[in-house]
Each structure stands twice: as structure tokens, then as C-alpha cells.
């Protein structure tokens, strides 16, 4: 399923790349601790972020539902039938294959960072639309990519749903977006969902549930790292931390020390026997994700910026969330 050219990318230890325990390292020993949201995405990550999806706190997955399920029309009429439809993130591709009876995509290629997840998910819907084509691609989009040949070069749509562009600050969002332009080559398009700016006590309960699921979301991310660059985090000493901060119009995930305590792992390939050390304080952090919120306006404004100029947009009555569509 997913096409030799990428899954045979070098992974030189039992863990991750070299690049991957490098990042994720750097991170760690920063004075203000951060990781990166994809390490959030191992195999039960993906699973528990399906659950928030269903969580009633957790407004966007359905709020954007209901958004294609009102304005599927107009949104059929601005993407147009037949195209590449490109899905960043896909996970397990539920969001786009619920547009196929409306965008009716010539060939459909998710990606995703979870690999064997999304190859399970494709294995389904081959056999739900044997009729679309499909090229699953298991890598990392974030920091950049080349579609191999296997994709088609004709009207590539990129399909960017569930305000995962929240992820990266303005001015990444910016390049990111650029990147995707270029590689769509004018005659394709951008289908994109963002999260919009509202009262902060819903924001704060969405990202930190009553029953704990996005808790266990963000503490999965221990249990991730431990296996990726061979740590000793213990789950147990951290706490789930979530709020939206006005200033920067993002909400923030962290996980914070119960305790003072320290996490080792080994220092790189040559020096397995030597440990690095990190002591983190009692109340001490770790950055694990960001997600910006915007207006209508500024994210039109960002869209602009990236160097897409005709754009349409739909919303919900409540005006929590809007779906763009843009061409270059
Ligand atoms: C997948 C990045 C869009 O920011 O809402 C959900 C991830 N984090 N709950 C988001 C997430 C905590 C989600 N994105």
C-alpha cells in the first residue's frame, strides 16, 4: 500500500532516526522543554485522537462535518470533480471519504506519519470505492516532501481538514502553505478547515475533556518517546496541562512534573553505555503542542500571504469553525 520509495527510508536504530532522537533530544534538554505534536501519533495515539474526535467537549471534528454536510454543494462547485485529492494527515481517512460521493477525486492519496494505521484504514476504503485509485503515502509532511510519480500531476487538491494547520505558528503556516502551492502548480486547489477564535472556557474544555481522553493523549506521548530514543519517562509522575493562551490565540498542551524528578536515555549510537540526563522541577514543563485559533479574516489574510488569491469560505451558524477553499 504505501510505495516502496518511502517506506524503505533509512531507519538506522530499533527505535527512530537518527534525525527523530536528534530533534526530539534537543527538545527535551531546552530550558523551556518542547516536543513536536506529530510524536503525539504512534499507534494508540492515533486511536485516542479518534476518541477525542468523539468527545462531546470536542467541537471541530463535528462542527466541520456539519459544515461539508450544509455547504457540500457549494463546496463540490468550487473544488470540482475528477481531481488528485491530496489528504494531509489522513489518520483514517473517515473525513475525506465521507466527500467522495461529492468530489468523486480521480485518484485519492492520504498521508500520514502513522503509518501502519493509515494502511489499515486504506485497506477498507479500497474495498468501500473500488473505483478510486489510491496511493497511500506513510511520511512526515511537516518539514517537507516530495510526491513521488505515482501521483498524479493533474489538479491536486490538498485536502488539510480538522485545523491541523493550527499546529504550526503563523509564519510556519505561511511557508507550509507556499510549499503546498507550489507543489499543486496552479491548476489544483487548497481544501482547508480552521478553527476559529470563541470564548476560552469552551477552548478549555475541549482540550481537556471530563473524562480524561485528551489527558491520556498528551501522557501517551511519554510512553511514544520512551520507545523512539529509549527514555525512562514515568507516566505516572506527569500531569495533563491544557488552556488557551489569549496573547498568542493558541491553546497549549503541556505535561507537568508532579514531582522533581529526572528522565534519562542514551546519548547517541557510538556512546549507548552513557545516558544524558534531564532533572525536571516539581511544576516544570514540557511544550507538547500548540494550536492556533483565527478569524475569517486573518486566516484569509494568511492564505494571501502564501500566495493564494481567489478564496471562498462556509461556517457554522456559531461561527466556531470555517472551511477555505483557495487557488493560487
Ligand atoms: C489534530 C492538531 C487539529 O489541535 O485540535 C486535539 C490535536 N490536541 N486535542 C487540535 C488535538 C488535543 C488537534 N489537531
Same mark, same amino acid.
Given at each position: 500500500?504505501?510505495?516502496p520509495e518511502?517506506s524503505?527510508r533509512p531507519v538506522?536504530?530499533?527505535h527512530g532516526?537518527?534525525?527523530?532522537i536528534? =530533534? ?9 522543554a ?6 503525539l ?8 485522537f479518534?476518541a477525542i474526535?468523539?468527545?462531546p467537549?470536542?467541537?471541530p471534528?463535528r ?6 454536510e450544509?455547504h457540500?454543494?457549494?463546496?463540490a462547485?468550487a ?7 491530496i489528504? $494531509?494527515?489522513a489518520?483514517?481517512?473517515a473525513?475525506?471519504a465521507?466527500?467522495?460521493p461529492?468530489?468523486?477525486p480521480g485518484?485519492?492519496v492520504?498521508v500520514d506519519?502513522s ?8 485497506l477498507r476504503?479500497?474495498?468501500r470505492?473500488? =473505483?478510486?485509485?489510491m496511493?497511500?503515502l ?7 516532501f =516530495? ?10 487538491v490538498?485536502?488539510y481538514?480538522?485545523?491541523s494547520?493550527?499546529n504550526?505558528a ?5 511557508a507550509?502553505?507556499?510549499?503546498l502551492r507550489?507543489n499543486?502548480?496552479g ?5 482547508i478547515g ?8 469552551? $477552548?478549555?474544555?475541549a482540550y ?5 481522553v485528551?489527558?491520556?493523549?498528551? $501522557?501517551n506521548?511519554l510512553?511514544h518517546?520512551?520507545?523512539l530514543i ?5 507516566v ?5 496541562r491544557?488552556f488557551?493562551n489569549?496573547?498568542?490565540s493558541r491553546v ?10 529526572v528522565?534519562?536515555?542514551p546519548e547517541?549510537?557510538?556512546h549507548h =553505555?552513557?545516558r544524558v540526563?534531564r ?5 516544570e514543563r514540557i511544550h507538547?503542542?500548540d ?25 457554522d451558524?456559531?461561527e466556531w469553525?470555517a472551511?477555505?477553499h483557495a487557488?493560487?
Open positions: 500500500v504505501i510505495s518511502l524503505s538506522n536504530t530499533p532516526s537518527h534525525a527523530a536528534a =530533534e526530539i533530544s534537543a527538545g527535551l534538554l531546552a530550558p523551556r518542547a516536543t513536536s505534536p506529530k510524536y501519533y504512534d499507534g494508540l495515539g492515533s486511536k485516542l479518534e474526535c468523539e468527545l467537549e470536542y467541537y471534528t462542527t466541520e462535518a456539519a459544515i461539508f450544509r457540500g454543494a457549494g463546496i462547485h473544488v470540482g470533480t475528477g481531481a488528485t485529492l489528504d $494531509l494527515g489518520g483514517n481517512c473525513k475525506a465521507s466527500l467522495f461529492l468530489l468523486r485518484q485519492y492520504p506519519i503509518r501502519d494505521f493509515l494502511n489499515e484504514a486504506v476504503l479500497r474495498q470505492f473500488p =473505483e478510486i485509485e496511493t497511500a506513510g511520511l512526515d509532511f511537516s518539514s517537507s =516530495e510526491l513521488p510519480s505515482s501521483v498524479r500531476a493533474e489538479r491536486r490538498f485536502f481538514p480538522g485545523s494547520i493550527g504550526f503563523p509564519h510556519e503556516a505561511i507550509f502553505l507556499r510549499r507550489a499543486e502548480q491548476d489544483g486547489g487548497l481544501l480552521v478553527d476559529l477564535i470563541k470564548d476560552g472556557a469552551v $477552548l478549555d474544555a481537556d475533556d471530563a473524562i480524561g485528551t489527558a491520556a493523549f498528551n $501522557l506521548m510512553r518517546l520512551n520507545h529509549g527514555s525512562d519517562f514515568e505516572s509522575q506527569w500531569q495533563h491544557a488557551f489569549a496573547e498568542e497549549e498542551m503541556h505535561l507537568e512534573a508532579r514531582e522533581a524528578l528522565v534519562t536515555w547517541g549510537e557510538r =553505555e552513557r540526563e532533572h525536571f522541577a516539581r511544576g507538547t503542542e494550536s492556533y485559533k483565527y478569524t475569517r479574516r486573518g486566516f484569509i489574510d494568511l492564505l494571501q500571504e502564501a500566495g493564494f488569491a481567489a478564496t471562498h469560505n462556509w461556517t451558524d456559531a469553525f472551511v477555505f487557488r493560487a
